[in-house]
């Protein structure tokens, strides 16, 4: 079992920047890959980025030189900072990871992100 809790959601302008945090906790060491996805309004869930345990990343093309990926070990905290926000940035986050040898997967409760123009 693993448990995710996101926080740092909010509203922000245009050009702006927030910082997500996901916790993590329990059975960490299982952990293969941290995701964050992001659901906006009538559309479907997308992966936006993920690090694997070598610290490999990907990123969605839309938010490529504009949001970054990072984990804390110590912390057991997984980032995604947002830099130059815009307007179709807008939408719930999740935190994801697929644990284990099956790559079950887990969800965090996600965090509300609104761009304002």
């Known amino acids: 079992q693993v448990q995710l809790v996101e926080s740092g959601g909010g509203l922000v302008q245009a050009g702006g920047s927030l910082r997500l945090s996901c916790a993590v906790s329990?059975?960490?060491?299982?952990?293969?890959?941290m995701d964050w996805y992001r659901q906006a309004p009538g559309l479907q869930r997308e992966l936006v980025a993920n690090?694997?345990?070598?610290?490999?990343?990907y990123y969605a093309d839309s938010v490529k030189g504009r949001f970054t990926i990072s984990r804390d070990d110590a912390k057991n905290t997984v980032y995604l900072q947002m830099n130059s926000l815009k307007p179709e940035d807008t939408g719930v986050y999740y935190c994801?990871?697929?644990?284990?040898?099956?790559?079950?997967?887990?969800w965090g409760q996600g965090t509300q992100v609104t761009v304002s123009s």
């Open positions: 994801h990871a697929d644990v284990g040898s099956w790559f079950t997967n887990y």
């Open positions: 329990g059975n960490i060491f299982e952990i293969n890959t």
């Open positions: 690090i694997n345990t070598r610290d490999s990343t």
